[in-house]
């Protein structure tokens, strides 16, 4: 694996980070704290490519490569940890399971709608009895004639009252457990789709994220997502790419909290020098650089191994366990750094703290994480 970016990696990460810095990151204090919506930036972002990074060109994106999409998700997030999981998200959870499981037609017709940000993307797997569990799913989806008939309620969606293109899993043969799901592109447009309750959430609370209530929803023969049966493989595959966008969006949260612990020790003063002159504050600073670098390698390594087209769900599952307990770790150091303004909301390191727990719990907990590395490691 070659450690350093390419030339136009390193382009790109340079014009996000810009746009980042000067779009992104100004907002994201007052996004959280009224629970809104990035719209504006999705819509910049869609006209810089971002929102289409993965999918190819032809279908209307950008057809990036995984290492070049988490350098991408891992800037957005450095500015903005709920604008990058919606990002993360739209690309891994929604697009790319179409770009891999779509017929050329469901190519066709909702790639470009993703990759222009015309409707934001979502994956609805999440139910109330079924989260580390995600076999258990109990929304069910009945062939009547031309239409499946999905009756069921998704849970902790994230973009949910705001999607409007969603992948969805119901059972078509409830004899067969797990190997009874199906995938389905739901568009919420269609007939008996509607929006639940949102949450309230701790962290990354510009990404709203509610309930996704299927009630006789008619969804068309041809959104059949693969073939029927396929749901639970279709399922997993894809949330192997999303942990490499959340590993890349933890990445982030611990590079912003560096960012300012680095920051304000310079400024600070006490006992008449800046914090930064402390042997105790150096060392938290340099142990925080470590780890994200560490993070950063892992979640690349990942990344370059799906490239390659070899099987990364270990490599996918490290870098998630890791990267998320270094998010956690720096923004719980940031707040040591900042001392009692840290434990206010004047800074932004307590967003960071709060943002960043949420890396070790979706898309699979950090105890699942380990299974799967188990599950590789032992088979
Ligand atoms: C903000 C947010 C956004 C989300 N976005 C989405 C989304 O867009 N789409 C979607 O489908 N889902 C989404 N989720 C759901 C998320 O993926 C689940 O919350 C997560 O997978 C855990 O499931 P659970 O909450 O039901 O916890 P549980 O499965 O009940 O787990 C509770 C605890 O038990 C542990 N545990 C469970 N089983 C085992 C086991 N076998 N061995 C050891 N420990 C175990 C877990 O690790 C955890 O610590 C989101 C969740 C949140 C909070």
Redesign the pocket.
Same mark, same amino acid.
């Given at each position: 694996m070659i450690l350093e970016l390419n030339e136009q990696q390193n382009m790109i990460r340079n014009m996000v980070r810009e746009f980042a810095e000067k779009e992104v990151r100004p907002k994201a204090a007052e996004l959280d704290e009224k629970e809104e919506y990035p719209h504006t930036s999705l819509k910049r972002m869609a006209e810089l490519g971002i929102l289409g990074a993965i999918i190819p060109q032809e279908y209307g994106g950008a057809g990036l490569d995984t290492v070049t999409y988490s350098v991408i998700i891992e800037e957005i997030s450095r500015a903005c940890a709920s604008t990058g999981?919606v990002t993360s998200?739209h690309n891994s959870?929604t697009a790319w399971p179409i770009m891999h499981y779509g017929t050329e037609e469901q190519k066709k017709k909702y790639l470009p709608i993703l990759a222009k940000g015309e409707k934001i993307g979502? *994956? %609805?797997?999440?139910e109330p009895m079924? %989260?580390?569990?995600?076999g258990a799913m109990q929304t069910t989806a009945e062939l009547k004639g031309e239409n499946y008939i999905l009756n069921g309620t $998704?849970? *902790? +969606?994230?973009? %949910?009252p705001e999607a409007g293109i969603i992948i969805a899993f119901g059972i078509t043969d409830k004899e067969a457990g797990a190997r009874g799901l199906s995938a389905f592109i739901v568009d919420s447009d269609f007939e008996g789709y509607s929006v639940g309750g949102i *949450?309230d $959430?701790i962290g !990354?609370n510009a990404?709203l994220?509610s309930e996704l209530i299927f009630e006789d929803m008619v969804v068309p023969k041809e959104n059949l997502l693969g073939k029927e049966g396929e749901g639970f493989k279709i399922a997993l595959a894809t949330l192997d790419g999303g942990r490499i966008g959340i590993a890349s969006q933890a990445v982030g949260i611990a590079q912003a909290a560096l960012d300012e612990s680095v920051e304000y020790s310079k400024q600070r003063q006490q006992f008449g020098k800046p914090l930064s002159k402390f042997q105790a504050i150096q060392w938290m600073i340099s142990e925080m650089a470590t780890k994200i670098e560490a993070a950063r390698l892992l979640t690349r390594s990942a990344a370059y191994v799906k490239d390659t087209g070899a099987r990364f769900s270990k490599e996918a599952a490290m870098a998630k366990l890791f990267a998320a307990d270094t998010a956690s770790w720096c923004a719980d150091r940031a707040i040591q750094v900042h001392g009692g303004y840290g434990y206010t909301k004047e800074y932004p390191v307590e967003r960071l703290y709060r943002d960043a727990r !949420?890396t070790g +719990?979706? #898309?699979?907990?950090? #105890?699942?994480m380990k299974?799967v590395i188990a599950g590789s490691l032992l088979r």
């Open positions: 999981v998200v959870l979502a *994956f %609805g797997g999440t079924a %989260g580390s569990d995600l $998704k849970t *902790f +969606i994230t973009s %949910g *949450f $959430k !990354i990404s994220t !949420i +719990i979706y #898309e699979g907990t950090s #105890e699942v299974m």
